[in-house]
């Protein structure tokens, strides 16, 4: 599915759909990434829940939903 985790990326909790790619030393928790989205390296999503909610989609239950195609820079 062409997913790429780069080095020292933290993944837990979530669900990357095909052709995601998280840079090195990125942090992903409790989120959904829809299609080809692409982290950069040392961004953070689901660290900063309030951050989150100016940028993306977020669940009552906190998990953080990026739609398709988005780039997330640190």
Same mark, same amino acid.
């Given at each position: 599915? !062409?997913?790429? #985790?780069?080095?020292? %990326?933290?993944? /837990?909790? &979530? $669900?990357?759909?095909?052709?995601?790619?998280?840079? !090195?030393?990125? #942090?992903?928790?409790? %989120?959904?990434? /829809?299609? &080809? $989205?692409?982290?950069?390296?040392?961004?953070?999503?689901?660290?900063?829940?309030?951050?989150?909610?100016?940028?993306?989609?977020?669940?009552?239950?906190?998990?953080?939903?990026?739609?398709?195609?988005?780039?997330?820079?640190?």
């Amino acid at each position: 599915y !062409d997913v790429h #985790v780069g080095a020292g %990326a933290f993944i /837990d909790g &979530s $669900v990357l759909m095909p052709s995601v790619k998280i840079g !090195d030393r990125a #942090v992903v928790r409790n %989120a959904i990434l /829809d299609k &080809s $989205v692409i982290v950069d390296p040392g961004a953070q999503i689901g660290v900063d829940l309030e951050r989150d909610r100016q940028r993306f989609t977020v669940s009552e239950g906190g998990v953080v939903v990026v739609g398709k195609g988005v780039r997330v820079t640190a």
